[in-house]
């Protein structure tokens, strides 16, 4: 079996267990026949591979996705949120407050696990700098009184911050993004297309032979593939610890995902998610939240929702697969022992 490695966060294997591969099928020629795409936006590698050539379409997700990171970059003085963030009022575009409103929404739905206005916290960390720091408990506590969601008034396009609040869609973006280019794609009358948006993977119809796709989980240290999800048509989003993170003189390691509430990196048990659904900005949304939630909390959330599947991972190398991807997961890594989640 021939494999691909095309994202850090969810490794992608291009090929299926049959061993026929598709790697023919996205080698990058021009114009119509072009089949795939392959730039850097976001901060991450942005890749597109079509099983038939659509030039058009390509071109087309590009124009998309750099729009869509000039109104959301936090690294960008110029973009929308950083305007916000510093104006702390402004009349936004439409497709900053779709984002906006979903965030909002998505925060209720998940009892604040998930908060856009945690960006000051994450900053103070170092996260957006790399250049890594352990804040003070007394810097923490003054941070977190302007992180609440629920201060973002929203008038129409007028989007009206707290005072010392700071917001960053990053959380959500890449989800947001990879249902827009999904959207392009079927436009185009594309049927067969893998997108990559660095951990965030979408996949359109099923391979060019009509069989499922395969993508990889990363083990939770992010070097080897845990396991594989073979799938059709689905949005598969991961997060995990091993994605941004330090280590501090006594080796304790602090990684990106914040837990809201306490203003620390979330130190839940688990130390990886990954979920599959139809929407790639739930997906999104969740990997983050349930993540933050930990096994328990995350499990009663699947119960009580069931409109996605999840693997998460914990820090004693128990792998928990909810009840519809059991047939899809496939374990690859030894050390690991794999539980079912059910109603
Ligand atoms: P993801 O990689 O999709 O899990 O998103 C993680 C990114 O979202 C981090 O790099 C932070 O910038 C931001 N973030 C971290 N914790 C949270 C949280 N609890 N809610 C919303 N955004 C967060
Ligand atoms: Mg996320």
């Excluded at 929203?154 to 960053?168: C, H, K, R, S």
């Excluded at 999800?229 to 949005?235: E, N, P, R, S």
């Excluded at 993170?245 to 998610?273: C, E, K, L």
Aim: proline share 2%.
């Amino acid at each position: 079996m021939k494999k691909s490695l095309i994202a850090c966060g969810v490794l992608l294997l291009l090929c299926s267990c049959s061993g026929a591969s598709d790697a023919e099928d996205v080698a990058d020629t021009t114009d119509a026949e072009q089949t795939s795409l392959t730039f850097f936006a976001m901060d991450t590698y942005v890749s597109v591979a079509l099983t038939q050539g659509n030039g058009e379409a390509l071109a087309e997700v590009e124009a998309y996705v750099l729009g869509l990171e000039a109104l959301w970059a936090t690294t960008l003085e110029s973009s929308e949120v950083s305007q916000l963030n510093q104006e702390k009022s402004l009349v936004v575009s439409d497709e900053t407050l779709q984002l906006l409103e979903y965030a909002c929404a998505f925060s209720e739905q998940v009892s604040g696990a998930f908060d856009i206005s945690i960006y000051p916290v994450v900053k103070a960390w170092g996260f957006t700098t790399y250049d890594y720091n352990i804040p003070s408990q007394s810097e923490l506590d003054t941070l977190l009184t302007a992180v609440n969601y629920q201060d973002i008034e929203m008038d129409g396009n007028q989007i009206t911050l707290a005072p010392d609040m700071e917001i960053d869609l990053g959380g959500l973006a890449k989800g947001y993004i990879a249902d827009g280019i999904e959207a392009i794609l079927r436009d185009h009358g594309v049927e067969s297309a893998m997108i990559d948006l660095g951990g965030n993977v979408q996949l359109v119809g099923s391979k060019s032979d009509g069989s499922q796709w395969m993508v990889g989980v990363s083990s939770p240290d992010g070097t080897d593939i845990l396991g594989g999800l073979a799938l059709t048509d689905k949005a598969v989003v991961t997060s995990g610890g091993y994605e941004r993170y330090f280590t501090d003189d006594d080796g304790n390691v602090y990684w990106h995902i914040m837990n809201p509430q306490t203003g620390y990196p979330a130190d839940s048990g688990i130390v990886s998610v990954t979920i599959v659904s139809d929407s790639g900005i739930y997906a999104d949304g969740l990997s983050t939240s349930l993540f933050v939630m930990g096994l328990e909390e995350a499990s009663e959330f699947w119960v009580e929702h069931q409109d996605f599947e999840a693997v998460l991972i914990t820090d004693t190398q128990d792998v928990y697969v909810t009840q519809g991807l059991m047939d899809s997961f496939s374990l690859a890594l030894e050390g690991y022992e794999v539980w079912g989640i059910v109603p």
